[in-house]
């Protein structure tokens, strides 16, 4: 069983920076696609950004440009540097597969001010 803890949320100004970490236990994901996704009030959850096992990457519109996804595989552990930060990047921020497969994790919360 997977179990994927995030962390590294806060409470930024608009413009600040966050680094989010996703600490992945219970089984190796180096090869496995690894995505960001987030969950703002009263909407779906999106996926924001992915990586593959060779660290190529790709984003949503809404964040390229400001945010960068890493791995660091030996480690088990994705990170969302997030850059640029607006109100409307404000969410609950979750790590999981590119399809979803674990279990959920808690997220952690981000909130821009304005």
């Known amino acids: 069983q997977v179990r994927l803890v995030e962390s590294g949320g806060g409470l930024v100004q608009a413009g600040g920076s966050l680094r989010l970490s996703c600490a992945a236990s219970g089984s190796t994901f180096r090869s496995i696609i690894m995505a960001w996704y987030r969950q703002a009030p009263g909407k779906q959850r999106e996926k924001i950004a992915f990586?593959?096992?060779?660290?190529?990457?790709n984003y949503a519109d809404s964040v390229k440009g400001r945010f960068t996804i890493s791995r660091d595989n030996a480690e088990n552990i994705v990170y969302l540097q997030m850059n640029s930060l607006k109100p409307e990047d404000t969410a609950v921020y979750y790590c999981?597969?590119?399809?979803?497969?674990?279990?959920w994790g808690q997220g952690t919360q981000v909130t821009v001010s304005s």
């Open positions: 990586i593959t096992s060779r660290a190529s990457t």
């Open positions: 999981n597969t590119i399809y979803g497969d674990y279990a």
